[in-house]
């Protein structure tokens, strides 16, 4: 493809299109549905709840440990190539989880069924940026921003639904027929890249990255999780000091595994900054106040409707701030979003003692506006603001920053029930306002960037 092309042309562009929202979908919703089906996977599989607990952080723990390694090999090798591969471990993997027979065998394939997700997920922003005109980036990724938000809130309800009528391995097995169709598609749709990088994958690079981020969120969740302090103190240095022979590899390379580079751009490196505080404080409320809820008498099946206005609301704001963000600063628009999202989180805490289902709804929805009004402006100043031969670091980077919030976030939780069992969701929900309106302090800093311009001059 030329250097100077600018989108993939009509219809192509919309088959392209499609695969994006079906790959991210898919890879997005597997990370939130398992939570809600868990006592019923203990139940069926003879496992204890706390070594259940694995089926959702295998899947995790392999999409961050590789996630940039993917990344990396979609520049090297074309984001088309490492996203068809992703597709079809992933598809293969949901039939292997849905013939799990064992807490075992499901943890392997689950973990199987992250490594796939991580091929999708590290290049499906990079993606974006070859399948858009440069002048419809914002909506692209305002597009992308509504999928991956909508898949993580909405996943809850899903589940519920799923479960409702159906044993929870069609949880998994759902994706098969879904899958297929995408990876068919992406066949005829997904561009060739570019650009292509000409270094080739660097093999100790991605061991070191996998190695930091793994102790680090091993180190992390055992002290959310009340653990042995002297064996979370130690899986905490051993990561910090790995981690730092990890960095400086990279700052010694032209090509960096983890774009440490890209982060000496302020526009970048603030972006990321402000996306870990908004995912932290957006897992803080999503796992939380399922136990709200279900102190105050409400079954999964209500708690999932309960929580539905917050993902229908990102549904309608995140295209809009996709468009406004061709127009205006993402610092300015990211403030406003973080600003709103903090005052719904903080509106959650004061809940009457007895609130009515529209106390609850539309708290909920100023939550949602807030966090869609930011996201896709966000993602549209870290995408544009990285040269076009590195889309690949750039998109890894992207969701590394989702996940290390989201894991961060979800740690947090586990750390505010066991200071206060009977208070951990309000103490969650201070924490979250707190983490999003110092992310709008950190997003007030871009707002003397054109990310507009320097998006067209790429």
């Known amino acids: 493809m030329s250097?100077?092309?600018?989108?993939v042309p009509l219809p192509q562009r919309y088959g392209a299109i499609l695969v994006i929202a079906l790959g991210v979908s898919m890879a997005v919703l597997d990370g939130a549905i398992a939570n809600v089906a868990l006592p019923t996977i203990a139940h069926d599989l003879n496992a204890s709840p706390a070594a259940s607990i694995w089926v959702v952080n295998a899947y995790q723990l392999a999409i961050t440990v590789s996630l940039l390694a993917f990344a990396s090999l979609g520049d090297i090798y074309g984001y088309r190539r490492v996203y068809q591969w992703g597709l079809a471990v992933f598809t293969i993997t949901s039939g292997l989880c849905a013939l799990s027979d064992s807490l075992t065998t499901l943890t392997v394939a689950r973990i199987l069924q992250g490594f796939g997700a991580a091929a999708i997920m590290s290049v499906n922003t990079a993606l974006i940026r070859v399948i858009y005109p440069k002048a419809q980036l914002g909506r692209g990724m305002g597009f992308n921003s509504l999928l991956v938000a909508l898949s993580s809130a909405a996943g809850p309800t899903i589940a519920a639904g799923i479960l409702s009528v159906s044993s929870w391995q069609w949880l998994f097995?759902?994706?098969?027929?879904?899958g297929l169709v995408a990876w068919l598609v992406a066949l005829r749709a997904l561009p060739a890249n570019p650009h292509r990088a000409k270094h080739g994958f660097d093999r100790q690079?991605?061991?070191?990255?996998a190695l930091t981020f793994g102790l680090l969120i091993f180190s992390v969740d055992g002290f959310g999780h009340g653990e042995n302090p002297l064996?979370?103190?130690?899986?905490?240095?051993?990561?910090?000091?790995?981690?730092?022979v990890f960095v400086r590899r990279q700052l010694s390379?032209?090509?960096?595994?983890?774009?440490?580079?890209?982060?000496?751009i302020p526009l970048f490196g603030l972006s990321v900054g402000t996306s870990i505080c908004s995912f932290t404080a957006q897992m803080l409320a999503l796992v939380s106040l399922p136990f709200y809820l279900q102190s105050l008498g409400y079954g999964p099946a209500q708690i999932g409707l309960l929580m539905t206005p917050w993902p229908l609301v990102i549904m309608v704001v995140a295209p809009l701030s996709g468009r406004l963000v061709e127009r205006y600063s993402p610092g300015l628009l990211g403030a406003i979003g973080l600003t709103l999202f903090a005052a719904g989180l903080l509106a959650l805490v004061l809940?009457?003692?007895?609130?009515s289902h529209l106390d609850i709804a539309w708290r909920m929805a100023l939550c949602g506006v807030g966090f869609g009004f930011f996201q896709s402006p966000n993602n549209f100043a870290m995408l544009s603001s990285a040269p076009p031969h590195r889309s690949g670091g750039a998109s890894g980077m992207l969701g590394t920053a989702r996940l290390l919030g989201q894991t961060t976030g979800a740690s947090l939780v586990a750390l505010?029930?066991?200071l206060s069992p009977h208070h951990g969701t309000h103490g969650s929900l201070i924490v979250a306002a707190a983490c999003a309106l110092a992310a709008a302090g950190v997003s007030c800093l871009r707002m003397g960037s054109s990310v507009g311009r320097v998006a067209a001059s790429h």
């Open 3 to 7: 250097s100077t092309h600018d989108g």
């Open 173 to 178: 097995a759902i994706n098969l027929p879904i």
């Open 205 to 209: 690079s991605a061991l070191l990255n």
């Open 231 to 244: 064996l979370v103190g130690a899986l905490l240095v051993v990561a910090l000091a790995v981690g730092w």
């Open 253 to 264: 390379l032209a090509a960096p595994l983890l774009p440490v580079d890209l982060l000496r």
């Open 351 to 355: 809940l009457p003692a007895q609130p």
């Open 416 to 418: 505010m029930f066991n």
